[in-house]
C-alpha cells in the first residue's frame, strides 16, 4: 500500500515547554536505558524545534510520553494536499508479490490455532461467536508508578479490589468499533474478563477478511514462545515462513501486519521488563503497522504512550443470555437441547430467589461454572457462599483432569479438595489480617512455604530454597488451573475475585469455630483470637448475609442433639408467643431465656439476701445479663436503663418479681404481695387469690419464731413446690430444669455465641435488612421449629 513521502516534523512554540519539562523528568531514565533508536543530537534539536524526520520525532515523543501530534508544528490542509501530491514510494515488486502469500499463510494458521475457543467447562465454541463492549480508559497517575507499594497499602477494599491498576474509564463502545478506531491499542482487564477470546476474534475475523483485511494478521502469545532473547521479527517470519528476515522487515516498514501480542504480563517476570522495552522499541520502530497488546494492568516497567488503553467490560445481560445458548448447546453437543437447558437456566438466574448471584455471572468464568453447576445439579445455589462452594469444587474437578497427565506434581496438586481448599483458607485469613489486599509475590511464596512448616528459620538453607520453590510452583498452579489467585498487577497478587476471598474466611471461620473457646488464639495468625478475627472479618467483608446465616445454622447446631435443652428452647418459644409486650419477639425470647439461666451462672442472682434484695438486682441490667434481649430492641434497652419499674412491659415486671420470689424460697410471700400493691402492678385476679391462699397458710413469723420454724422445716419443701405449680399454671415461668453440668455449659456456649453473633449482625453496615429479618424470625427457637418455619418460606 502507498505511503506518502518522509515528512518533517518540529515541535510547536507552544509544545517547546512541556517537552522541556518532559525531558527534564525522564532525563536519567532515559539516559539509563539502552538501545535508543536515536541520537542525544536528535533530542538536542527536537528541544530547540528544530525539524526531524517524523520516525525519529515520533520515537522521542514516545519515550517522553508525549503524545506526538499534541506538541508537533502540523502542516495546514493546503500544505497536506501539496504533500500528498508528491509521489509515494511503493513496495518494490518482489516484496509486493509476497504479500498475497504471506496474509494466505498467516490466515491459515491463524483461523486452524484460534477458530474457536474452549471454555472452561471444555466445550468449544466458534471464536467468532463471542461479542465484547470495551471502555477507553485515561491513563495512570504517573505517581502510581513511581509510588506503587503505597498505593497498594491505601487500596479500599471495596471500590479499588476490582480495578486497581487501571485508569478512569471514560467512553463505552463495541470492541470492533474500538480495535477499527484505534490503530494502536493495549486491552486491559483482570484475569478471566476476556481479553485473549476478544484478541483471538479480532485476528480471525482479519484473516477471513471481515476486519481491517488489508493487513497480514499476526497472534504472538509472548507467554509460549519458547525463546524470549529471539528477536519479533525472526517469529514473524517463521509465521509467514519466508526464510527471509529482509523480506519481512521490509513488510514492516511498509505498515502491512496486523500485530497482536497476547500475555505480556505473563512471560517469567525476570523477563518482563526486557520483553517490554522489545515491545515498546518493536512498535515505535515499525510505526506503520497496526498493533494491538494485552495485559492485566497499565502499571508496566515500560508505559506505551502512543497506544490507547481499552478495558473489556463486564459482560452484558443480552451477552450473557447469548454467551448461555452458545455455551449449552456447545454442552449439551444438540441445538434443540442447548435451548431447552439454556432456558431453564436463564429463568433460574433470573428469577427474584437468585438476584444475589446474578452480579457474579457478569465473570465470563463464573458464567461458565454456573452453566457447569446447573447442568449437573439442575438448579443454581440459591446464596453466593453455596456458588463459590460448588464452584471451586468444580473447578478442583475440572483442574484434576489436567493434572493428572503431569508427571511431576506439586504438594498441592496431590491434596485432596478439602486440603487444597484449607491452604488457601489460611492465606486468605493471613493477608485480610495482615491488611494485604495485594499481597508481594515474594511475600506470598513465604507465606505458602509457612503453612507446610511452623517457621522457614528452623530450616537450613538447602531446605528453605527448596521449600520456596515449590512455593511457587504452587503459586503456578493456583493461578493457571485454579484461577484463584491471580497477579493483579505488576508483582502483586490477589483473589481473583473478592467473594472468593471472603468466602474462604467464611469457611475458616466456620470450619475453626469451637463454642467452648470463643477467645482461643490462632497461633498461626499474629495469635488473633477466633471472636476478633469474626468481630473483624464481618465488620469488614462485603458480603456478610451468607456467612452469618451459616454461622446461625452452626449456633444451632451447638444445641440441637439434647432433647431437654429443644424442650427449653420449646417453652422460650410458647412463653414469648402469649406474652404481650411491645417488643420484637426475638428480644421477648432472649429476656425469658436470660431470665431462666442467669442464676445458674451467677450465685448473687440464686441466693440474693431476700426478696427486695432479688428484685433489685433483677431490675438493674448492670447485674443482670440482658445485652442481648437490649440488643435485640432498642426500647427493651431503654426500659432497663432508665426507670425499669415504670418503662417496662407489665408482663415483664410481673414475671421478673415471681422468678425473684421463688429464688428466695419464698419466705418473703409478704413482701412481694406488699411490692405489688404499693406499686400498682396488677398480677391478675386468679393468681393473687392462688397467692393470698399460700399467704394463709403461712404461721405468723412474729409470734411464735419457734413454731414458724417447725413449720417450715415439716411444710415448705411441698409448699414451695405447690406455690412454684401454681406460678407455672398461672405465668409459664418458674421452671426447676435440674439440667446437668454439661447441659449448662452447652446452654451458655450457645447463649455467649448467640450474643457475639447478634453483636456483629447489627455492627455491620454491609448486611441486608432480609438477612437480620431471617435471623430475627430463628434466633433462640428450637431446631423443629426453624424447620416448620424454613418450609413454610420454601
Given amino acids: 500500500m502507498a505511503e506518502r513521502a518522509e515528512q518533517l516534523l518540529k515541535v510547536s512554540a507552544a509544545g517547546i515547554e512541556r517537552a522541556k519539562s518532559a525531558w527534564r523528568t525522564s532525563a536519567s531514565k532515559i539516559l539509563d536505558s539502552h538501545g535508543l533508536q536515536f541520537s542525544l543530537a536528535s533530542i538536542h534539536h527536537f528541544l530547540q524545534g528544530q525539524p526531524l524526520e517524523r520516525k525519529d520525532f515520533e520515537q522521542i515523543c514516545a519515550v517522553l510520553e508525549l503524545d506526538w501530534q499534541e506538541v508537533a508544528e502540523l502542516p495546514t490542509i493546503s500544505e497536506a494536499i501539496v504533500s500528498d501530491a508528491i509521489a509515494k514510494p511503493v513496495l518494490e515488486p518482489g516484496v509486493s508479490a509476497l504479500v498475497p502469500l504471506a496474509k494466505k499463510r498467516a490466515s491459515q494458521k491463524n483461523i486452524e490455532l484460534y477458530g474457536k475457543v474452549q471454555l472452561l467447562m471444555r466445550q468449544w465454541i466458534p471464536v467468532d461467536k463471542f461479542e ?418 451459616k454461622m446461625k445454622q452452626r449456633i444451632d447446631r451447638i444445641i440441637a442433639e439434647d432433647k431437654k435443652l429443644q424442650i427449653f428452647l420449646s417453652w422460650v418459644h410458647q412463653k414469648a408467643i402469649f406474652v404481650q409486650a411491645p417488643y420484637k419477639v426475638a428480644a421477648v425470647r432472649a429476656f425469658y431465656l436470660s431470665q431462666a439461666i442467669n442464676p445458674m451462672f451467677d450465685p448473687k442472682l440464686s441466693h440474693p439476701l431476700d426478696f427486695s434484695h432479688a428484685v433489685n438486682r433483677g431490675l438493674k441490667v448492670s447485674i443482670h445479663d440482658r445485652s442481648l434481649a437490649c440488643n435485640l430492641d432498642r426500647d427493651l434497652d431503654y426500659a432497663f436503663n432508665h426507670q425499669t419499674i415504670v418503662e417496662l412491659a407489665p408482663d415483664f415486671i410481673i414475671d421478673l418479681i415471681l422468678d425473684s420470689l421463688l429464688v428466695t424460697y419464698a419466705h418473703d410471700l409478704d413482701l412481694f404481695l406488699t411490692f405489688t400493691e404499693d406499686r400498682n402492678i396488677e398480677i391478675g385476679s386468679d393468681l393473687k387469690r392462688a397467692l393470698e391462699r399460700f399467704h394463709e397458710q403461712l404461721p405468723d413469723l412474729d409470734r411464735d419464731r419457734i413454731h414458724y420454724q417447725k413449720w417450715w422445716k415439716e411444710n415448705g419443701d411441698i409448699w414451695t413446690r405447690n406455690l412454684r405449680l401454681a406460678i407455672i399454671e398461672h405465668r409459664n415461668i418458674g421452671y426447676d430444669w435440674q439440667f446437668s453440668v454439661e447441659q449448662k455449659m452447652i446452654l451458655k456456649q450457645y447463649y455467649d455465641s448467640i450474643k457475639l453473633l447478634v453483636e456483629c449482625m447489627y455492627s455491620t453496615p454491609n448486611i441486608s435488612n432480609e438477612t437480620i429479618q431471617e435471623i430475627e424470625d430463628t434466633l433462640l427457637l428450637p431446631i423443629a421449629e426453624i424447620e416448620k418455619q424454613t418450609m413454610m418460606k420454601g
Wanted: proline fraction near 3%; charged fraction near 25%.
Fill in 132 to 549: 465484547f463492549d470495551v471502555y477507553r480508559v485515561d491513563k495512570i497517575p504517573r505517581d502510581v508508578y513511581l509510588n506503587l507499594p503505597t498505593f497498594l497499602k491505601i487500596c479500599d477494599r471495596s471500590q479499588d479490589f476490582e480495578r486497581f491498576g487501571l485508569g478512569y474509564r471514560i467512553e463505552k463502545m463495541t470492541g470492533i468499533k474500538a480495535a477499527t478506531d484505534y490503530p494502536k491499542l493495549v486491552i486491559i482487564g483482570n484475569s478471566g474478563v476476556g481479553k485473549t477470546v476478544f484478541l483471538q476474534s479480532l485476528i480471525v475475523a482479519c484473516s477471513r477478511g471481515r476486519f481491517q483485511k488489508q493487513y497480514i494478521p499476526i497472534f504472538l502469545e509472548l507467554h509460549k514462545l519458547p525463546d524470549l532473547n529471539q528477536k519479533i521479527l525472526e517469529y514473524i517470519d517463521d509465521i509467514l515462513e519466508l526464510n527471509n528476515l529482509s523480506q519481512t522487515e521490509q513488510l514492516l516498514n511498509y505498515g502491512q501486519f496486523l500485530i497482536v501480542f497476547d500475555g505480556m504480563d505473563e512471560v517469567p517476570y525476570e523477563n518482563r521488563r526486557d520483553l517490554q522495552y522489545q515491545l515498546r522499541a518493536f512498535t515505535q520502530h515499525y510505526y506503520k503497522n497496526r498493533f494491538i497488546l494485552a495485559c492485566r494492568t497499565q502499571i508496566t516497567d515500560y508505559t506505551f504512550p502512543t497506544f490507547t488503553y481499552i478495558e473489556i467490560a463486564e459482560l452484558s445481560q443480552e451477552q450473557i443470555k447469548r454467551s448461555i445458548r452458545i455455551s449449552f448447546q456447545s454442552l449439551m453437543n444438540s441445538n434443540a437441547r442447548g435451548k431447552k437447558f439454556a432456558s431453564q437456566f436463564l429463568l433460574d438466574l433470573e428469577s427474584s430467589k437468585n438476584q444475589k448471584i446474578l452480579g457474579i455471572s457478569t465473570d465470563p468464568i463464573w458464567l461458565n461454572l454456573m452453566q457447569g453447576i446447573f447442568h449437573e445439579d439442575q438448579k443454581l445455589p440459591l446464596k453466593p457462599f453455596d456458588l463459590y462452594e460448588r464452584g471451586l469444587a468444580l473447578i478442583f474437578q475440572i483442574a484434576n483432569s489436567y493434572e493428572d497427565v503431569v508427571e511431576s506434581k506439586t504438594i498441592y496438586q496431590n491434596f485432596e479438595p478439602e486440603q487444597k481448599l484449607d491452604l488457601l483458607s489460611y492465606l486468605s485469613v493471613l493477608t485480610f489480617t495482615k491488611k494485604e489486599l495485594f499481597c508481594d509475590r515474594d511475600r506470598l511464596y513465604a507465606y505458602i512455604a509457612r503453612y507446610f512448616f511452623d517457621s522457614l528459620s528452623r530450616n537450613n538453607k538447602k531446605e528453605r530454597e527448596i521449600l520456596l520453590q515449590e512455593s511457587k510452583r504452587i503459586l503456578q498452579t493456583v493461578e493457571i488451573h485454579h484461577h484463584i489467585l491471580v497477579e493483579k498487577t505488576q508483582k502483586y497478587y490477589g483473589f481473583s475475585r473478592l467473594g472468593i476471598q471472603e468466602y474462604l474466611i467464611s469457611r475458616f471461620l466456620l470450619k475453626s469455630f469451637e463454642p467452648d473457646c470463643l477467645d482461643k488464639k490462632l497461633e498461626r495468625f499474629d495469635n488473633l483470637t477466633w471472636n476478633d478475627l469474626f468481630i473483624l472479618a464481618v465488620g469488614t467483608m462485603d458480603y456478610v448475609d451468607d456467612f452469618l446465616l
